[in-house]
Nanobody
Framework: QVQLQETGGGLVEAGGSLRLSCIAS????????VGWFRQIPGGERTFVAT????????DYDDAVKGRFTVAWDNDKPTAYLEMNNLTPEDTAVYFC?????????????????WGQGTQVTVSP
């Protein structure tokens, strides 16, 4: 079992930045890959970014490419989502998930463990 906790959400003006953290209770094979997803009220959880602890690359949804950066600190173990130039369209609850599968996964079904989410609100 792995517990995940997201932190770092909040209220920010458009054009601002936030850094989200995804703190894992332990480093195991179940945390080989981390994914960030977001969800708006009444909507589905959608892919934002992913990376794995051995990967030198990451993958992003087109809507956040060039503005968001995902990273995985294997020693802590904690994943980060650096979000810059935020827009009101980025307003959502952000979730991190982990999986034992090593790679870059956009499919929500690939992830086994999830945190409870952190709210990000971007004002115009």
């Amino acid at each position: 079992q792995v517990q995940l906790q997201e932190t770092g959400g909040g209220l920010v003006e458009a054009g601002g930045s936030l850094r989200l953290s995804c703190i894992a209770s332990k480093r195991t094979t179940e945390t080989d890959t981390v994914g960030w997803f977001r969800q708006i009220p009444g909507g589905e959880r959608t892919f934002v970014a992913t990376t794995s602890w051995i990967a030198s690359t990451a993958d992003y949804d087109d809507a956040v490419k060039g503005r968001f950066t995902v990273a995985w600190d294997n020693d802590k173990p904690t994943a980060y989502l650096e979000m810059n130039n935020l827009t009101p369209e980025d307003t959502a609850v952000y979730f991190c998930g982990t999986t034992r599968y090593t790679g870059l996964y956009k499919n929500i079904d690939a992830y086994r463990y999830w945190g409870q989410g952190t709210q990000v609100t971007v004002s115009p």
